[in-house]
């Protein structure tokens, strides 16, 4: 579901295999990676397992970023260019490397 004013760039992969919200606002720069699907690696028959992602309201996925199942970006947060993410990003928060880290509070009022 993309909800009003939302943009997805050029080339961005939507892996929806579980829901995935990208809410008002939210902005994909183009390459990046929106993945809901995964496989299990404790089970030799590696069974697919999904989870949905939610982009927060004014949140930002940077060029060729990664995001990856389960997880929630804030509302406001950014995820710098190349980043992985695996875990929920606070909000109003900007988030960069691989793994994904803190980098600092962003300074915005909604």
């Avoid at 309201?57 to 970006?73: D, E, K």
């Avoid at 406001?76 to 793994?99: H, Q």
Wanted: charged share 15%.
């Amino acid at each position: 579901m993309m909800d009003c004013h939302a943009t997805i760039g050029p080339r961005v992969n939507c892996y929806n295999i579980a829901p995935l919200r990208i809410a008002a606002y939210a902005i994909v720069s183009q390459d990046a990676e929106l993945v809901t699907g995964s496989h299990d690696p404790d089970n030799p028959a590696h069974p697919l397992v999904a989870a949905p992602i939610t982009l927060g309201a004014h949140s930002w996925i940077a060029a060729g970023a990664f995001v990856g199942p389960g997880v929630t970006v804030g509302r406001g947060a950014v995820l710098g260019a190349r980043c992985v993410c695996f875990k929920d990003c606070e909000e109003a928060s900007i988030y960069i490397g691989n793994p994904a880290r803190l980098l600092r509070r962003r300074n915005i009022t909604f």
